[in-house]
């Protein structure tokens, strides 16, 4: 198990951007694939992007490609999303996960870490 917590969100106008990060407590940082997922009111939570534990592969859901990309930084224990051009459909409460060798990457099952969350509302 590890210890995440976030940071960065806010609310932001439709358009701008905000980048969130994601610290962790353990030293063993490096051997831990890492997801962001989100979870609107009254929705499923969803992937959002998963990076490996050296940084070298990344995933990115369809929904967000091309606007968000996720990157990691072992020798600070973050993981960070940034996020740009924002949309209202993108208000969510924005969470960290960890998984020293999930199944898969975008399933939150998979991850056996959570941070408490960070809440990004867009608005129009």
């Known amino acids: 198990q590890v210890q995440l917590v976030e940071s960065g969100g806010g609310l932001v106008q439709a358009g701008g951007s905000l980048r969130l990060s994601c610290k962790a407590s353990?030293?063993?940082?490096?051997?831990?694939?890492m997801g962001w997922f989100r979870q609107a009111p009254g929705k499923e939570r969803e992937f959002v992007a998963a990076?490996?534990?050296?940084?070298?592969?990344?995933r990115i859901a369809d929904s967000v490609k091309g606007r968000f990309a996720i990157s990691r930084e072992n020798a600070e224990n973050t993981v960070d999303l940034q996020m740009n051009s924002l949309k209202p459909e993108d208000t969510a409460v924005y969470y960290c996960?960890?998984?020293?060798?999930?199944?898969?990457?975008?399933?939150?099952?998979?991850?056996?870490?959570w941070g408490q969350g960070t809440q990004v509302t867009v608005s129009s």
């Open positions: 996960a960890a998984d020293l060798n999930p199944f898969t990457w975008s399933a939150w099952t998979a991850y056996g870490s």
């Open positions: 353990r030293r063993t940082f490096s051997s831990y694939a």
């Open positions: 990076i490996s534990w050296n940084g070298g592969n990344t």
